[in-house]
């Protein structure tokens, strides 16, 4: 029997049955449709049978751990990601970020709370790229920076030799931000209510991250930036002119 496209479609990706039945119950409850692999290997075959809108992914699987999986999915998929990792493994939820996850939840999580972060990534990543060029992007809203072109309406990036350029959606909501004012000092505080707006407890460090992120794909040399400039002590600028089309 195929999965019933219209519904909302959750991959939970955890070799702890409990945690399964936890939260499948909680996702179903809601109206969703619950997907469960204990493994790398049946996360694979559940993603040829359907492209799930969410994937739960967990730190520690038996085949393979839960970074190389979720940087093996952010190099081929825009799929939202949440990390579901240890109490206390600071560096893990760090490292998820940089990888591309969209989020993370620490264990033992509340399921109401787990669904309230599912709902929070699912409403930034509504409008996911559109596969275009500049030329198709007659009447949308679009800006031209240091030899790139962006497409805001369409969400589409091309960089100066007029290749795409994939961006996640917070990275998106994070260039949207700087473009929104260039050459003005932005502070954390209001990057993250730009791009994390849902959530409350979003630290600083998660934008450090998401700032590295967006550098690695934009600048020509990340570790000399000249786009996105730090503002010790205040935040960031984003350093160059920027043009409305």
């Given at each position: ?17 409990d945690i399964?039945d936890?939260v ?7 109206g ?8 790398e ?10 492209t799930?809108d ?6 520690r ?7 190389t ?12 990601i949440i ?11 760090i ?9 993370y ?15 929070a990534v699912?409403?930034r990543t509504?409008?996911q ?21 962006i497409d805001l309406?369409?969400?589409?990036l091309?960089?100066p ?6 961006l ?12 929104s ?6 502070s954390?505080e209001?990057?993250?209510?730009r ?7 979003v ?14 794909k ?8 000249k786009?996105i ?9 984003f350093?160059v002119?920027v043009?409305?089309?």
């Open positions: 029997m195929q999965p019933d496209k219209h519904l909302l479609h959750i991959l939970i990706v955890d070799d702890d049955e399964q936890v499948s119950r909680e996702v179903q409850q809601h969703w449709v619950a997907v469960n692999a204990g493994s290997t049946a996360m694979r075959a559940a993603l040829k049978e359907q799930p969410i994937i739960l992914l967990d730190i699987l038996p085949d393979q751990d839960g970074l999986i979720a940087r093996r999915l952010r190099a081929t998929s825009s799929i939202p990390m579901l990792t240890g109490m206390g493994s600071d560096i893990d939820r490292v998820g970020l940089e990888l591309g996850a969209d989020d939840v620490v264990k033992p999580f509340n399921p109401r709370e787990l669904i309230a972060r599912i709902k699912l409403r509504s409008n790229p559109m596969e275009g060029s500049p030329a198709e992007s007659l009447g949308h809203e679009c800006r031209r920076f240091a030899g790139w072109f309406t369409a969400r589409v091309t960089d030799s007029g290749s795409p350029v994939s996640t959606n917070t990275e998106f909501l994070l260039l949207a931000a700087f473009l004012a260039p050459r003005r000092v932005m954390r209001q990057l993250v209510e791009t994390h707006s849902d959530e409350a407890d630290f600083d460090r998660a934008i450090d991250v998401l700032v590295l992120r967006l550098r690695r934009i600048e020509p040399n990340q570790h000399t930036p786009i400039r730090t503002e010790r002590g205040a935040g960031y600028v350093d002119d043009e409305k089309l």
